[in-house]
């Protein structure tokens, strides 16, 4: 959900603050981020997003149970999956399972790559100096607040944001395509600690057969990428102000469920507040 402040200027309408999600979200597809975040219409859950969610929220229980000393077993991790996958189709389901094998199918490969984490060399050891921790900076060059939810910093400052995959990715694909999220902690841990993260990782859990957690590394930002990414998102807080929504074809297409709303494109787009 997106709110939106008071015009400034009487043209404009500023969000009134931009997150790495929105900005990737409304500069993929401006028109998609207006059904989705400004009017909200709702839409099913797809099967990946929900186990997505279920398995980070299982994460997140160890991670906090390593940061408070409290029991981390494999067990509890499992329970905390179990009631995370369960309490989010009944909270925000309908799940689009094609049956029930389908839905077990899902559970178990949760299962398996929650598993494949624990027994990995990429588990967290130790004590973290932050879990899922909400952010909110003013960072010069933006006309809003920038906010972000951190997923994991390390106790040697590494920054860290897991990910749910089909399939093996691309080491330098996966630091592009997710630069924007990566930078933006960056940015907000500086901001609020004054050290900047030792690297930016992202921790890939790939739901095949034979699950595969795969860590993708990058050095923190230069004043270059910085500088890019801010532009980033200024753009989509500009596009946002001044209500530019509209059609960005492409492959993303195949899978929107807002392909209906968007074959009645061109109508009122004006950004109202919800």
Not at 101 to 115: N, P
Not at 214 to 237: N, Y
Request: aromatic share 8%.
């Amino acid at each position: 959900m997106i709110a939106f402040a008071e015009s400034v200027p009487s043209t404009r309408t500023l969000p009134e603050y931009i997150s790495p999600s929105a900005a990737k979200s409304y500069l993929s597809c401006s028109l998609k981020f207006y059904f989705e975040r400004v009017i909200q219409i709702p839409a099913p859950t797809t099967p990946a997003l929900h186990l997505g969610k279920a398995v980070h929220a299982a994460l997140q229980a160890f991670h906090l149970a390593r940061w408070r000393g409290e029991q981390d077993t494999p067990e509890s991790v499992a329970a905390a999956f179990h009631h995370s996958f369960n309490e989010l189709e009944r909270k925000e389901g309908p799940v689009k399972w094609k049956d029930d094998k389908d839905r077990t199918k899902s559970y178990e490969a949760g299962v398996r790559v929650l598993g494949a984490y624990l027994d990995s060399d990429e588990v967290l050891k130790g004590r973290p100096v932050a879990v899922e921790v909400p952010l909110t900076e003013d960072i010069e060059g933006l006309p809003v607040p920038l906010t972000g939810m951190v997923d994991l910093v390390t106790g040697d400052m590494v920054a860290v944001d897991f990910k749910s995959a089909a399939t093996t990715p691309n080491p330098k694909q996966a630091a592009f395509d997710h630069e924007i999220q990566m930078v933006v902690y960056q940015l907000l841990i500086e901001r609020a600690s004054g050290r900047t993260p030792k690297s930016l990782d992202l921790i890939f859990l790939v739901k095949t057969k034979e699950p595969k957690v795969i860590r993708v590394s990058s050095p923190p930002a230069d004043k270059a990428r910085v500088l890019r990414v801010i532009e980033l998102l200024r753009t989509a807080v500009d596009g946002m102000a001044d209500g530019r929504f509209h059609p960005q074809s492409g492959m993303h297409c195949s899978w929107c469920p807002y392909r209906n709303e968007c074959a009645k494109w061109p109508a009122s787009m004006a950004a109202t507040a919800v």
